[in-house]
Structures are given as structure tokens and as C-alpha cells.
């Protein structure tokens, strides 16, 4: 098996940052373990130069899916392309879709799949991945006496890359994945806003403080003037004050942004499993003794709807 499979998230055919980091890392991890091949995985058409500043990437193929990903048989095809391609490894950032054809790969190949994982290395008698486990709150070190594994990376991971040349325009192909005659999928809901949360390098999080959805507008203007995506706690996306796409947490979308910007929620450990990867978390709350500031870069104390609009003010007047 001397080939890696990446497979990459992407919207309107741009690929997230977090594909693009792994890809990086895959360029880098393939000099250093010998391996011969990318072969890259997605679920949209991409223009030819797409791939152009990685190295080492042999084909994307585009998979197109008519139903459920919900059997062996459904991707049959996918498994097949795979063999034929000597692919032992996959990586790919943690998403319901490709973790759903994960399972079915670590079942019918019988190889070992490790979830969440932070950063991985070579090690004399075969790899060790480092994972995150009970939310976050510690990792585990785990050894893999295997050539062959599915690494799912948390989007957290970190990595040291030297750098690559990029490719020139690389070859396409499609494969269709087959359909369970006892399933059918009736409708895809697409996800509304204009920056995906779980790519955003800057969230703006709100949650119960805000009393009814008639508030947002503060919150949605902030964001749009830092360039932010939307966030919000459990109870409001319950409440339906807020799309569920939106809600981060255990339950919930896990975020890494550069800066999350948590605006009148309490900072239940629940909610912060979700945004413990933010590298600098700010909190804005009025209550002095919410939990939350123990977990904040930056706090202030103070009433959301006074706090936010002088934020935003400031932002605009600079
Ligand atoms: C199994 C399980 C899974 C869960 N999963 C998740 C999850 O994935 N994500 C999640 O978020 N929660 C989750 N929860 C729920 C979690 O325990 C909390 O109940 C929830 O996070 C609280 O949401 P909140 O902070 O918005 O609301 P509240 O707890 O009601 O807190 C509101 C905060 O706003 C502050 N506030 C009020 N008014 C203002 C104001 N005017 N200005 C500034 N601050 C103000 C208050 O001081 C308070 O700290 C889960 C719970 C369980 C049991």
C-alpha cells in the first residue's frame, strides 16, 4: 500500500482551511514516510487548479452521491477505486459525511480507524497518533503496529510541514456511489450563512443572555464587521431562536477558530467542549461569576446590549 487518500471538505468548490492545512500536512507527511501518492477525495466539481500549490497529488476524484451512505454496498464503488489505487492511508478533518464512509472502510478493510486525532508520527515499529479525548479536556497516545489506517483529524491538529513545490493542473475523474433500494434521501438542507462555522477563523458565539432572537441583529452586524461566522449555545438552537448548524458544543459544531467572541453565555462545560480549540477565547457577560471568564483570554463584564453596539462603534470608526 503505498498510497494516501485525503479526502477534502469544500463549498462552492473552495476548499475549507482546515482540508487545506491537512493537505499540507499530507504533502509533508508523504516525503517523510516514503509514500508515493495523493489521491484527493471531494464532494464537489473543482477547476483544474485547485491542487495547484500542493505537491505530490496524483488525482482528485469527485464522488457523487445519490442516496444514504448507510451500507457496504453503497460504496462498493468508492472501496473498489481504492484497491485499485494501492491507497493504505486516509486522513480527512472530522465531518459527519466522511465519517459515515470511514466506518465502512475500517469494517471492510479491516484497518484500525483513530478519531479526533491532534498530530500523528512515525515511530520505529509503525505510527503514533495523538487524539483528544473527553471533550477536549485531555489526549491519548495511541500505537498503530499497521501500514495501513484511517486517521480522522480533529480540526484543532497541529503539524510541522517543510515546504512543498505545488503541482501543475492535475488529473480528474468521477465516481458515482451506488444507491440502497430500501432508503432514499427527499431532501438536502443547505446551510445558510455566508461564512461556514466550522472553518470561521472568527466566531461570534451568543447564547441565553439574549433573551429573545429579536436581538441578533446586534450580533449578526458584529460579525459581519469582523468577518466572523455565528454561533450560539444548546437552549437558543432549542429554542429555535437560532438554525441548529449554528449550535457548538458537545452536542454540537466544534470550532477552532483564531478568536471566538462568547457574548452572554455562562460557559457550561458542555458548551466549552465545543470551542476549547479557539486559540484566544473572548467573554462578554454580566454576571462577574459566570464559569466562563475562568476559560477566558479576555473578559468583560457588562450587559451584551451595551457592551456589543460601543464594540461595534469602535470597529466601524477604525
Ligand atoms: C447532555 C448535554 C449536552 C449538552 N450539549 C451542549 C452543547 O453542545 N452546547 C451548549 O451550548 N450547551 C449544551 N448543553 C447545555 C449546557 O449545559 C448549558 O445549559 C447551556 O450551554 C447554557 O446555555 P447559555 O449559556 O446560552 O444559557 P444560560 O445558562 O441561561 O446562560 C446565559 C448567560 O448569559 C448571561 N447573561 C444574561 N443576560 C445578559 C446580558 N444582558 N448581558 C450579558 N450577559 C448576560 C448570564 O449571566 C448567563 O451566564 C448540554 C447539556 C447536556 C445535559
Redesign the pocket.
Known amino acids: 500500500m503505498k498510497n494516501l487518500a485525503v479526502f477534502v471538505d469544500s463549498k462552492n468548490g473552495q476548499i475549507s482551511e482546515s482540508s487545506k492545512r491537512l493537505l499540507d500536512l499530507s504533502s509533508s507527511w508523504l516525503v517523510q514516510n516514503g509514500l508515493e501518492g495523493i489521491y484527493v477525495y471531494g464532494f464537489e466539481e473543482q477547476s483544474s487548479d485547485s491542487f495547484n500549490s500542493f505537491s505530490s497529488i496524483k488525482q482528485y476524484i469527485h464522488i457523487t452521491i445519490p442516496g444514504l451512505v448507510n451500507n457496504n454496498q453503497v460504496i462498493a464503488p468508492l472501496l473498489e477505486d481504492i484497491k485499485q489505487k494501492e491507497i493504505g492511508q486516509f486522513f480527512y478533518v472530522k465531518s459527519l459525511l466522511v465519517d459515515s464512509i470511514a466506518a465502512f472502510f475500517a469494517e471492510s478493510l479491516s484497518i484500525p480507524l483513530v478519531s479526533n486525532v491532534l498530530k500523528l508520527a512515525k515511530v520505529s515499529d509503525g505510527y503514533q497518533l495523538t487524539k483528544s479525548i473527553f471533550s477536549g479536556k485531555a489526549t491519548l497516545t495511541t500505537e498503530i503496529n499497521n501500514n495501513s489506517f484511517i486517521a480522522a483529524f480533529n480540526k484543532s491538529f497541529t503539524f510541522e510541514t517543510t515546504s512543498q513545490a505545488g503541482n501543475s493542473a492535475i488529473s480528474q475523474a468521477v465516481i458515482a456511489l451506488g444507491t440502497d433500494a430500501q432508503n432514499k434521501l427527499i431532501e438536502n438542507y443547505p446551510l445558510t450563512g455566508a461564512i461556514p462555522l466550522p472553518d470561521a477563523a472568527i466566531v461570534v458565539g451568543a447564547?441565553?443572555?439574549f433573551?429573545d432572537p429579536s436581538n441578533w441583529g446586534i450580533v449578526e452586524d458584529l460579525a459581519k464587521e469582523l468577518g466572523a461566522a455565528t454561533a450560539c449555545?444548546?437552549?437558543?438552537s432549542d429554542l429555535n431562536w437560532r438554525p441548529h448548524h449554528e449550535?457548538?458544543?458537545?452536542?454540537?459544531v466544534k470550532i477552532a477558530p483564531k478568536l471566538y467572541i462568547a457574548?452572554?453565555?455562562?460557559?457550561?462545560?458542555?458548551?466549552l467542549?465545543?470551542v476549547n480549540g479557539s486559540r484566544k477565547i473572548v467573554v462578554?457577560?454580566?454576571?462577574p461569576e459566570?464559569p466562563?471568564f475562568k476559560h477566558a483570554d479576555y473578559g468583560i463584564v457588562?450587559?451584551?446590549?451595551d457592551v456589543l453596539p460601543r464594540l461595534l462603534n469602535k470597529l466601524k470608526s477604525h
Do not use: E, L, W
Open positions: 447564547g441565553r443572555g433573551k449555545s444548546k437552549p437558543v449550535h457548538v458544543g458537545q452536542t454540537g457574548c452572554g453565555i455562562s460557559g457550561a462545560i458542555q458548551h467542549a465545543g462578554i457577560n454580566n454576571d459566570a466562563f457588562g450587559d451584551v446590549f
